[in-house]
T-cell receptor, first 116, second 114 residues
């Protein structure tokens, strides 16, 4: 069965420091991996995705993620955190079968708090 | 480009009442999804449409939940009768095609069942 794990409920960093939000996954076949961000009372906003190709994926607002097949991980990173990055972050995966009906499976989310 | 529209944004009902949510996807997006997000959890798929056909409704509680997308554009999700455990945010998302394509989410409808 497909699954996503976000091992940290909360990540705290100081503004200007690098941040990492961890994600590991389990899926049969090649994974399609996504990161979304959710601000209070808002829907999910797409940040980036990995489908194939370069293991380092760059996305919106300076975020990037590194796909590591051997460790089945897709950690979200940013070199220098901003206070405005404080939000709830979700990792999601879908199986790479490209079949209709293959839903996104989400992790439980990680709250990022950036202090000034 | 307009995003995914949802209404209402908030709804409070008594248990055993019925409620309906509306979603209008991004123009041209063939695939539409309804997700349920319970507080403290990630979204969980309820139903997926491809145009006006159901692709996946395996996690939809069909005894009380129903959804339709009659003309292949906007969609309605209904709960009848509602239970306390249905309190959640209901998110609608759309994508251009099925597969690796990115899903874009609406702002959600926050349902409180008393």
């Amino acid at each position: 069965a497909q699954s996503v794990a976000q091992p940290e409920d909360q990540v705290k960093v100081a503004e200007g420091n690098p941040l990492t939000v961890k994600c590991t996954y389990s899926v049969s076949g090649n994974p399609y991996l996504f990161w979304y961000v959710q601000y209070p009372n808002r829907g999910l906003q797409f940040l980036l995705k990995y489908i194939t190709g370069d293991n380092l994926v760059k996305g919106s607002y300076g975020f990037e993620a590194e796909f590591n097949k051997s460790q089945t991980s897709f950690h979200l990173k940013k070199p220098s955190a901003l206070v405005s990055d404080s939000a709830l972050y979700f990792c999601a995966v879908r199986g790479g079968t490209n079949q209709a009906g293959t839903a996104l499976i989400f992790g439980k989310g990680t709250t990022l708090s950036v202090s000034s | 480009e307009a995003g995914v529209a949802q209404s209402p944004r908030y709804k409070i009902i008594e248990k055993r009442q019925s409620v309906a949510f509306w979603c209008n996807p991004i123009s041209g997006h063939a695939t539409l999804y309804w997700y349920q997000q319970i507080l403290g959890q990630g979204p969980k798929l309820l139903i997926q449409f491809q145009n006006n056909g159901v692709v996946d409704d395996s996690q939809l509680p069909k005894d009380r939940f129903s959804a339709e997308r009659l003309k292949g554009v906007d969609s309605t999700l209904k709960i009848q009768p509602a239970k306390l455990e249905d309190s959640a945010v209901y998110l609608c998302a759309s994508s251009l095609v099925v597969g690796a394509d990115t899903q874009y989410f609406g702002p959600g409808t926050r349902l409180t069942v008393l």
